[in-house]
């Protein structure tokens, strides 16, 4: 088992930055790989961003690239996502997950490839 608690979330102004975070506890971190994912009222669940377990490999939603940034610190057993000029749109609750590393092959991408979950986190950006 792997217990995730997601912090950093708030109210943001449009072009403002939130840095999100992902403690893991229960087993050992960097045997994970990691996701992001948001959802907003009355829509499905969307990937964010996703990182291995080593931390070296990662990948983006379109939605993501250039503004935000997915990393973690496997000593210290956290993911971070760094997410810079938010837009309204970006408004929704932001999930962080695990799955052991390499039950999928690549990064997984879908929410269905994780086992793990976070209780999410809720970013508001105003405009």
């Known amino acids: 088992q792997v217990q995730l608690v997601e912090s950093g979330g708030g109210l943001v102004q449009a072009g403002g930055s939130l840095r999100l975070s992902c403690a893991a506890s229960?087993?050992?971190?960097?045997?994970?790989?990691m996701g992001w994912f948001r959802q907003a009222p009355g829509k499905d669940r969307e990937f964010v961003a996703a990182?291995?377990?080593?931390?070296?490999?990662?990948y983006y939603a379109d939605r993501a690239k250039g503004r935000f940034t997915i990393s973690r610190d496997n000593a210290k057993n956290t993911g971070n996502l760094q997410m810079n000029s938010l837009k309204p749109e970006d408004t929704a609750v932001y999930y962080c997950?695990?799955?052991?590393?390499?039950?999928?092959?690549?990064?997984?991408?879908?929410?269905?490839?994780?086992?793990?979950w976070g209780q999410g986190t809720q970013v508001t950006v105003s405009s």
């Open positions: 990182i291995d377990g080593s931390g070296l490999s990662t």
């Open positions: 229960g087993r050992t971190f960097s045997r994970y790989d």
């Open positions: 997950a695990a799955v052991r590393t390499g039950v999928v092959d690549g990064i997984p991408i879908w929410h269905y490839e994780y086992d793990y």
